[in-house]
């Protein structure tokens, strides 16, 4: 925000300085706005590579108030570059639209252009556009001995890990499959570079694909419009080796360039990936009771090693089932046993009950529900803003003003998003 100030002398000058002082007061007042964040800047000294080396780490809105919870981790090859728009992306596919679950996005940086190629190109061959033979052999230990270890000790991962790299990162990605294909779980090569040093990733294709034995992982390959990538020879190697262990797919956007396809592609593979995870509503109306989306849950989780609250359409068809049906004196004990077999789904359950309660019996009714489990949900900004909300149903301004600012005081401590900030201090004003 810009703030323009008339220089004036005397009296005039004291007056605006009065006035720009009880607007920064008033302003103060309301509450404070969030930076616009993309996660925290790690730097890690790197044994492998004699360096420095720097990642950027973004956690999933809710990753402080869902304290149970664990993440699939999406690892991103030229992590600087792709940062800006892969985040923006996870945002509206994972935290708003619930497509897939929650994820942790680390950013691998590179330093400038000439060490990028160098350490994205396999060491067995020459790169015709660098003179000295590729670090991708380094590159691959850094991230397997260093950069994986940091992120699985420093934060609540799952199981489930995907490596994402698009163009000479692409390239990576493949070399990563072929020399240690169980570092992770999916693997993601977008519009790879297939034609370096005379199409060297696929004669190693050839004679790694046919020996090779490791866990099941999966393989995404996308083009754009370009000609010239190599692509389909290591297409071809697939298709005549048959690797056992490696499910891919491969998928052509003629209609995208090779710096717009990258988005799209990797949007395409997570929704693939994590298939199971969303019920579109036609289909949710196919499961025969409420027992069996919540085992349906069940499978999706263990299969992909993650624990995670169920995406919020389906929570509430729990609910919705058992009111139809007029069962609703059952649900104390189906949410109990719920919470039993999906801890994780708590906060998402109880904040379901509230609303229902309140709907169907009174906001004074649902109150009890949500402070119930406040002690147990401190860091839960939805929580607060939950009670605060009810407060204002039964016109108690005092307690709810109370509750929107501990929502606050949470949303300023964990450095929530605007919107968050927008929403709490629009409602102190409202409760003042």
Known sequence: MKIHIKVCKGRVMKKYKIVFMLFLLAYSAVGQTAAFGLGDRIFIDSKVLSTERELQVLLPENYHANTTSTYPVIYLIDGDYNFHGVSGMLDLLANKGQLIPDVILVGIADKGTSQYHEYMTPSVFDSKAKASKGKAAEFIRFITEEVKPYIEKNYRSAESSTLVGHSMGGLFVLNMLLEKPSAFNHYVAISPSVWVADQGIVAKAKEKLTKA???????????????????YDFINTLDLTQPNSIDWQFK????????????????????????????VENKLATFKTPESIVAHYQKVMKEHGLSQPMPSTSVQELFRRHYRNKNVTSLPRFIAETIKKLPASKQALITMQAKYVAHFDSPKASLPILLKVEKELPQSIDHLKAIASTYERIEDKAMAHTYYQKALAVAEKQKANQWQFNIINAKLVATK
């Open 213 to 231: 034995q490791h866990k099941p992982v999966s393989l995404y390959l996308s083009l754009a419009d370009e000609t010239r990538m190599g692509q």
């Open 252 to 279: 052509h956007y003629p209609d995208e360039n090779h710096n717009s396809v990258g988005i799209i592609a990797l949007r395409d593979s997570l929704k693939t990936i994590y298939k199971p995870w969303y019920i």
